[in-house]
């Protein structure tokens, strides 16, 4: 079984431009992603689906100088982009990863994936209810599962956001995982300059080393608020 993770990203952000290849420390953010993801033992490969707008082109050249296959498909269906990506990669369990998520931890996407598997649902994810910091936001899912979502998604909310026909068409065995204390009130993703320089000043603070736990930049934002 051949489990991905699939890495949403594009240089099209409206409220932050180019966010995904903005440097942090100088290295770009989706880069200290892809660092940071790679630290996954459950994963077998990584890959990036971004889209076929040429804006993207620095995005992918970059990715791909760092080793990453990077998949290039619709610039609105999320969904259709996701299905090209598992084929292009032969996934049958696909994680899904969004790239204005820098602080993605990669035990936190171990224990989700071997919950996964070990209940044998179709979807797990640790959004439904939200109770880890907004920015660490884990989906995983089987092939079989998101290929149904393809043929019979047809809104255009299901398609641009992947996962909501599998949630809420009742088809499917949905698993959870959550954290013992509520702290989905944080705000750890990248969408505005305010959320990019907070993500700034955590990597500064471990700099060095890009390997600290999402408990330990916890621990700093309760220390320094």
């Not at 990669?89 to 919950?115: E, H, N």
């Not at 959004?127 to 995983?140: A, E, K, Q, R």
């Amino acid at each position: 079984m051949k489990v991905v993770a699939i890495v949403q990203a594009r240089m099209g952000s409206t409220r932050l431009p180019n966010k995904v290849m903005k440097p942090i420390g100088g290295v770009p953010m989706i880069e200290l992603l892809l660092a940071r993801l790679s630290g996954a033992k459950q994963i077998d490969q990584i890959v990036v689906a971004t889209s076929v707008d040429k804006k993207n082109k620095p995005l992918v050249e970059h990715v791909e100088s760092l080793g990453y296959l990077c998949v290039r498909g619709s610039e609105n269906d999320l969904l259709e982009r996701y299905l090209d990506a598992a084929r292009r990669s032969r996934a049958d369990v696909v994680v899904r990863i969004t790239g204005d998520c820098p602080l993605v931890d990669p035990v936190l996407v171990d224990d989700c994936i071997s919950r996964f598997l070990d209940t044998d649902v179709d979807y797990l994810s640790n959004t439904s209810p939200p109770t880890f910091p907004d920015g660490l936001d884990i989906s995983v899912v089987k092939i079989d599962v998101l290929r149904c979502a393809g043929l019979d998604a047809h809104s255009r909310y299901d398609r641009e956001h992947v996962m909501p026909f599998i949630k809420n068409s009742g088809n499917f065995v949905l698993g959870t995982i959550q954290n013992d204390i509520d702290y989905s009130t944080m705000r750890w993703t990248v969408d505005e300059p305010a959320d990019f320089k907070v993500i700034c000043n955590v990597f500064a603070h471990f700099a060095p080393d890009i390997d600290f736990s999402w408990l330990q930049v916890l621990e700093l934002e309760q220390t320094h608020p």
